[in-house]
């Protein structure tokens, strides 16, 4: 069983879901019943390829081999039935779960911000908080996520600057992306331009990318010109920052015709 484990594990490394899925089954043909290790390699191969139908064989066999369906088990089902689309399997394994960590709780926020519920969302935080759990950085993901959606933006400031002041997580690089996107939605695109500048670190190309289509949709095309500079600089591979700056200049030039 270790064997297979570690053959499956590396297969999971990279990213090779289906071959995780084939070699579960051969294991199972070979008379082996997987132990924890399996399953979770599984589960996390389903939710990379959300093959649902494994994902149900493997969930079965949780019982089947006489496993305790604990805290870690229970948190990959969550994440394997959100990515899968099935919404409501995940409920049902958060709410058969004896305990709930705050991993668990984050889970179910993402899964709840990947299917669109977003008022859910905000109101498991308050359920949360509640009961005293303390947030991580996935928890706020979801919720500036949800923001982002609803164009709840002073909400969003809000969660953005509690992380660090009453929760000690130092936002990281997809905590301030949302923050962009936000902004950008909504038009502010020189706030949006403000919070690249103020992060702490180097932005990456998909901050720099989420500036462009924000400014192309409402029209700010220097921005948007400045913008697809810096993605470009990040990645010259990357033909959007091309396009981008083609289409600028084409406009300019049927301007001053």
């Given at each position: 069983?270790?064997?297979?484990?570690?053959?499956?594990?590396?297969?999971?490394?990279?990213?090779?879901?289906?071959?995780?899925?084939e070699?579960?089954?051969?294991?199972?043909?070979?008379?082996l019943?997987?132990?924890?290790?399996?399953?979770?390699?599984v589960?996390k191969?389903?939710?990379?390829?959300?093959?649902?139908?494994?994902?149900?064989?493997i969930?079965?066999?949780v019982?089947?081999?006489?496993?305790?369906?604990?805290?870690?088990?229970?948190?990959?089902?969550?994440?394997?039935?959100?990515?899968c689309?099935?919404?409501?399997?995940?409920?049902?394994?958060?709410e058969?779960?004896?305990?709930?960590?705050?991993?668990?709780?984050?889970?179910?926020?993402?899964?709840?911000?990947?299917?669109?519920?977003?008022d859910?969302?905000l109101?498991?935080?308050?359920?949360?908080?509640?009961i005293?759990?303390k947030?991580?950085?996935?928890?706020?993901?979801s919720?500036l996520?949800?923001?982002?959606?609803?164009?709840?933006?002073?909400?969003?400031?809000?969660?953005f600057?509690?992380?660090?002041?009453?929760y000690?997580?130092?936002?990281?690089?997809?905590?301030?992306?949302?923050?962009?996107d936000?902004?950008?939605?909504?038009?502010?695109?020189?706030?949006?331009?403000y919070?690249?500048?103020?992060?702490?670190?180097?932005?990456?190309?998909?901050?720099?990318?989420?500036?462009?289509?924000a400014?192309?949709?409402?029209?700010?095309?220097?921005?948007?010109?400045?913008?697809?500079?810096?993605?470009?600089?990040?990645?010259?591979?990357?033909?959007?920052?091309?396009?981008?700056?083609?289409?600028?200049?084409?406009?300019?030039?049927?301007d001053?015709?």
């Amino acid at each position: 069983i270790i064997s297979w484990a570690a053959l499956m594990g590396g297969y999971a490394q990279h990213g090779d879901s289906h071959s995780v899925s084939e070699l579960c089954n051969a294991m199972r043909n070979h008379g082996l019943c997987p132990d924890r290790v399996v399953i979770l390699c599984v589960l996390k191969a389903c939710s990379v390829s959300a093959n649902i139908l494994e994902g149900r064989v493997i969930h079965s066999e949780v019982e089947k081999c006489g496993l305790e369906p604990d805290l870690v088990l229970g948190n990959a089902l969550i994440d394997m039935y959100s990515k899968c689309g099935s919404l409501d399997d995940a409920c049902t394994v958060f709410e058969n779960m004896p305990t709930r960590g705050v991993i668990t709780w984050s889970a179910m926020l993402a899964g709840y911000a990947m299917h669109n519920e977003y008022d859910i969302v905000l109101q498991c935080f308050e359920d949360m908080q509640k009961i005293g759990l303390k947030p991580n950085h996935v928890t706020f993901l979801s919720l500036l996520s949800a923001c982002g959606q609803k164009g709840l933006i002073d909400k969003a400031y809000d969660y953005f600057y509690s992380m660090k002041a009453g929760y000690g997580i130092k936002p990281a690089t997809e905590h301030y992306n949302c923050m962009i996107d936000l902004l950008g939605r909504i038009g502010c695109v020189d706030d949006a331009i403000y919070v690249i500048h103020g992060m702490p670190f180097q932005p990456n190309n998909m901050s720099w990318s989420i500036l462009v289509c924000a400014s192309q949709v409402h029209m700010h095309f220097d921005r948007a010109e400045l913008a697809s500079e810096y993605v470009l600089e990040l990645n010259p591979d990357d033909t959007t920052g091309y396009v981008v700056l083609s289409n600028i200049y084409n406009a300019q030039c049927l301007d001053s015709v």
